[in-house]
């Protein structure tokens, strides 16, 4: 059976087969196996589904509503952001410091 928690560039959540290798969510936005709201909050991150080996059920009451996208691509075009692991990396490979770690005399709020 197919869920209703596939996200397409657009960011409509629709039921199709494709589940793809992206994660994220919008918060707790599901009731049973529905979903019932569009989002809970504005915090949209994505992340490899795969993670160090880590495995969490779905659909559990009072927690995070998993979303899945075909590829990072979607899910930056449907809204997301990267998760603060992904851009610590990027920003160390690229010798920047990591928005999710402002340096001490710059407000921890960004224009995001």
Same mark, same amino acid.
């Given at each position: +059976?197919? =869920?209703?928690?596939?996200?397409?560039? +657009?960011?409509?959540?629709?039921?199709?087969?494709?589940?793809?290798?992206?994660?994220?969510?919008?918060?707790?936005?599901?009731?049973?196996? =529905?979903?019932?709201?569009?989002?809970?909050?504005?915090?949209?991150?994505?992340?490899?589904? =795969?993670?160090?080996? *880590?495995?969490?059920?779905?659909?559990?009451?009072?927690?995070?509503?998993?979303?899945?996208?075909?590829? =990072?691509?979607? #899910?930056?075009?449907?809204?997301?952001?990267?998760?603060?692991? *992904?851009? #610590?990396? *990027?920003? +160390?490979?690229?010798?920047?410091?990591?928005?999710?770690?402002? #340096?001490?005399? *710059? #407000?921890?709020?960004?224009?995001?």
């Amino acid at each position: +059976m197919t =869920e209703q928690n596939r996200v397409t560039p +657009m960011g409509d959540i629709v039921a199709i087969p494709l589940r793809g290798a992206w994660t994220g969510n919008r918060g707790i936005i599901h009731r049973g196996r =529905e979903i019932v709201r569009f989002h809970a909050g504005d915090l949209w991150i994505t992340c490899a589904l =795969e993670f160090r080996g *880590r495995w969490r059920e779905q659909w559990l009451p009072h927690r995070w509503t998993h979303l899945f996208f075909y590829d =990072e691509a979607v #899910s930056l075009a449907a809204g997301h952001r990267p998760c603060a692991g *992904r851009t #610590s990396r *990027r920003a +160390m490979a690229s010798g920047v410091r990591s928005a999710s770690r402002p #340096s001490r005399t *710059r #407000s921890c709020r960004g224009p995001w």
